[in-house]
């Protein structure tokens, strides 16, 4: 039988008791070897000739892996021994590559290359007081809006807290006409959730990750903002499953608002109508108070553990992330830079649609970073479309995403009391 994602994830993550099973010995022969997945992985051979690459190093080879398949191949990777040197890595992954012994902590003399960069998206990558890999390009998510709607109901943006953000959708609903929404949420995304609770202040795991804290105040406010959007008409209850097209629904006017991340600006840029280029834009997450925050994501260069050539693993890391390179790959794949100073050199300040992603990462928030989150995440928006469809209270829902991240936690638990969790 074959095993899925969430069984795979399951039985590695007991790996650290089981020492035996990881690589054995240095791999690879004479080339450094790099796994990179998506667009990035399309580019780096063509930005590693633009870098000046010692004669004396190992040659570089990449192997591209396609998004959906990358942890599958990076699990499987570490159990055979057959992890390359370095590797792009999706932020949320850390913790789980971590835990399992996949990946080497980041040496004290690549620790400058964290200087210039987001302090959430840093953070995500820093467990149990060591950071595991540099962050290579950034992202997060915030709101995509009709900038004619919005003019329409008398609002130049979505105002940024919560009691005028409300408000402003129930004017923009009006204006967009009879069977259409403000906001689309589709109710099987956790993003949109996870959104409002960091807003809202809500830790979501408590006793070092060891227990679900849904139950708190802070989460239990999102979760009531969050049910009340959907019980006031203004978001539909439906899954992205039942929305025919993105682009055209959103053009149609059928929702005004909706939350998503840098590479949409290019699909909203190519598949939007051309009469609507005009009418849409990007702003900041609406918090209780005032700008609200997100969660960090993108990739990191990580350097696996066990391979056949750190040094050489770590010069290029340092490499990829110059400023020129940093630069280069924003220009050749839209990615958003790591670092701050190549926001200035890219004139990112100037691009409209881009400026609001340096805001929201400025107020981003780290995830909790156990192995276990996506589980968790996952049924805490079970448990939440079961609640915007009238099966739990607001209580009843906390109480029950509390029970299920508790069961997801038994293990941690069990290794944090034998002091053997990250």
Avoid at 14 to 33: D, H, K, N, S, V
Wanted: aromatic content about 8%; charged content about 20%.
């Amino acid at each position: 039988m074959q095993m899925t994602r969430r069984q795979m994830a399951g039985a590695l993550s007991a790996l650290p008791l089981l020492p035996m099973l990881g690589g054995c010995g240095a791999r690879e022969g004479g080339a450094l070897t790099v796994w990179a997945m998506g667009n990035e992985a399309a580019s780096l051979p063509a930005l590693i000739k633009g870098i000046d690459w010692p004669a004396s190093a190992p040659p570089i080879s990449v192997q591209p892996l396609p998004w959906t398949a990358a942890h599958e191949k990076l699990l499987t990777g570490f159990a055979g021994g057959s992890l390359p040197s370095l590797g792009q890595v999706g932020n949320s992954w850390i913790a789980e590559l971590a835990a399992i012994g996949a990946i080497t902590p980041v040496p004290a003399h690549a620790m400058p290359l964290l200087d210039d960069q987001f302090g959430a998206v840093t953070d995500t990558n820093r467990i149990a007081g060591q950071t595991w890999g540099i962050p290579w390009y950034v992202d997060t998510r915030l709101q995509f809006f009709r900038k004619d709607l919005f003019a329409r109901a008398d609002y130049a943006a979505p105002p940024p807290d919560w009691t005028g953000w409300k408000a402003a959708l129930h004017k923009v609903r009006k204006v967009a006409g009879a069977g259409n929404f403000a906001l689309l949420y589709p109710l099987n995304e956790y993003e949109q959730l996870t959104t409002l609770a960091l807003s809202a202040g809500a830790r979501m795991l408590r006793d070092e990750g060891g227990r679900g804290a849904f139950s708190e105040p802070e989460f239990k406010a999102a979760l009531a903002f969050y049910k009340s959007l959907f019980d006031e008409g203004l978001a539909p209850r439906v899954s992205m499953t039942q929305i025919s097209n993105v682009w055209t629904e959103f053009g149609r006017g059928y929702f005004s608002l909706f939350q998503s991340g840098p590479w949409t600006i290019g699909d909203m840029r190519s598949r939007l109508a051309p009469e609507l280029q005009g009418d849409w834009g990007t702003a900041a997450n609406p918090g209780p108070d005032g700008v609200g925050s997100a969660a960090p994501g993108g990739s990191s260069l990580v350097v696996f553990a066990g391979g056949a050539h750190d040094d050489a693993a770590w010069d290029l890391v340092s490499r990829l992330m110059a400023p020129g390179a940093q630069l280069a790959l924003h220009r050749v794949t839209g990615d958003l830079p790591a670092r701050r100073s190549v926001w200035a050199a890219a004139g990112l300040a100037g691009d409209a649609a881009v400026a609001p992603f340096r805001t929201q990462l400025e107020r981003a928030t780290a995830l909790p970073k156990v192995p276990e989150w996506e589980r968790i995440v996952t049924e805490m928006q079970i448990v939440a479309e079961r609640m915007v469809r009238g099966k739990f209270s607001v209580d009843e829902a906390a109480q029950e995403i509390d029970a299920r991240a508790d069961r997801l936690l038994e293990k941690r638990r069990w290794m944090l009391d034998k002091g053997r969790a990250l």
